[in-house]
């Protein structure tokens, strides 16, 4: 072999020790950039030392599917009768090679659970863990430039190793350190997601969050699959007036008026300047043959500017004509 | 004789047109006037019309976009109708770019020795054996 180096110009003799040093450099940059997650001393208090959801079931993946074996798992943890085979067309997409993100949230849903996505936060996913709920992540295994996506369940942690315990890929009960889960994890946003039967929440959801999520739930399947969720939520966030409000209207649409009518007040008592609280709550009262109370409800809505006074008045005067 | 047949037939066409556009113009109106829990929240996020209207339109590009990428025609109805309407207007706007969970590398042989070495920092995840 040529000694290639000696027989170079002398100003191309420094070029391969000054790549290898703008390697390093880089790679300090990149590793500088990843550094280790840190989680909140009141997670730490709040959550247990250690977590192991021992009884969400493992289905290994085949080509590309990690999508619909993820969904499986989490579904059937929570008494869903599906399994992979039914889930793949549903949630596949063959010229994509993968599983996008809304239809995953989407098949959730047509299984009559609500896909809720949580706060991207290794503090939110430990809670959720801590609270017995297994959670779908969405990694990137590899750099922006050359991504693989990819979906694991994590179904627990341990927080004095500081690793994460996940079903992924061919893997069950798959052991990763907080440092390098976080890395794959933030390269998707930190995306995740618990799917829960109407009734349950997640431990760290916020009032608009869970809006949306039980919201777009009721959209697809309907008032009355919705209802055990609002219920829930009105409980747990008994000062937010929208929650009071969509669980008035389920229980409106699962014709339960006396119910309607009193989570409406509830409504209104949360925040006196929702207009179409004030709207509907006159509409039912009108349904209940209460007309005085009625009229003062809609009297309310329609002195409130904004969006809804057109509708608001029309109603007001329909419900006066019928008094007179 | 065609110019008969025209005189006839668009009034019925401008006529089929307009009725036909007409479910998407007229918001729907629920029974008995009540505002319902969507429409209150998607007014609150200070959805236009247009918007809506477009989000009517995204299910049907997202059922033509998930035919074309291979999905069995008999599921794809049912795709749709699972999607919020945020969901809908994502997929059709960006379905081509949005992220794919699916891990497998297809990756040159450049990139295997790169991320062997982020691999190892633990920077990434690609390869299992390098734990």
């Not at chain 1, 809304?102 to 939110?124: C, K, S, Y």
Request: with cysteine.
């Amino acid at each position: 072999m040529i000694d290639c180096p000696e027989r170079q110009p002398t100003s191309d003799r420094n070029a391969r020790p000054a790549g290898v040093l703008a390697l390093v450099l880089m790679l300090l940059l990149l590793a500088g950039c990843a550094s280790a997650p840190r989680l909140d001393d009141t997670t730490q208090q709040a959550v247990a030392p250690r977590v192991l959801l021992d009884d969400v079931p493992f289905h290994g993946q085949r080509d590309y599917q990690c999508g619909p074996a993820s969904l499986a798992m989490t579904l059937q943890h929570d008494g869903v009768e599906t399994d992979v085979d039914t889930l793949i067309p549903q949630v596949f997409t063959p010229g994509r090679e993968g599983s996008v993100q809304p239809e995953m949230l989407a098949t959730v849903r047509r299984h009559g659970r609500i896909p809720f996505v949580i706060e991207g936060r290794l503090d939110a996913l430990l809670t959720e863990l801590d609270a017995g709920h297994p959670v779908v992540v969405m990694q990137n295994l590899s750099l922006p430039a050359w991504p693989v996506w990819h979906y694991a369940v994590a179904i627990g942690y341990d927080l004095e190793a500081r690793e994460m315990i996940l079903h992924s890929g061919m893997e069950a009960q798959r052991v990763e350190s907080f440092r390098p889960f976080d890395a794959t994890w933030a390269r998707s946003d930190r995306w995740a997601f618990v799917a829960l039967s109407p009734g349950q929440l997640p431990a760290t959801i916020s009032p608009q969050a869970a809006l949306q999520a039980i919201g777009d739930f009721e959209g697809v399947r309907g008032a009355e699959a919705a209802l055990p969720a609002w219920e829930a939520l009105s409980r747990r966030f008994p000062d937010h007036a929208m929650a009071h409000f969509a669980l008035g209207n389920a229980r409106h649409t699962a014709a339960d008026l006396e119910g309607a009518i009193s989570a409406f007040r509830d409504a209104v008592a949360a925040d006196a300047t929702l207009a179409p609280a004030w709207l509907n709550l006159g509409l039912a009262l009108d349904s209940a043959e209460r007309r005085d109370e009625a009229l003062e409800a809609l009297e309310r809505a329609a002195a409130l500017p904004g969006r809804w006074q057109e509708r608001s008045h029309e109603a007001l005067a329909r419900v006066e004509g019928k008094s007179s | 004789m065609m110019k008969k047949i025209c005189r006839f037939l668009s009034p019925l066409l401008i006529a089929a047109l307009v009725l036909g556009s007409l479910p998407v113009a007229a918001a729907p109106s629920p029974a008995g006037g009540m505002i319902t829990t969507q429409d209150a929240l998607s007014a609150e996020r200070a959805q236009s019309d247009r918007e809506r209207i477009h989000t009517v339109l995204a299910r049907d590009d997202v059922r033509d976009q998930l035919v074309a990428q291979g999905v069995d025609p008999a599921e794809v109805e049912a795709r749709v109708a699972a999607l919020s309407d945020a969901e809908a207007a994502q997929m059709a706007d960006q379905l081509e770019e949005l992220p794919a969970g699916a891990s497998v590398v297809g990756a040159l042989f450049a990139v295997f020795v790169i991320l062997l070495v982020t691999d190892i920092l633990g920077l990434t995840n690609v390869f299992p054996f390098t734990r």
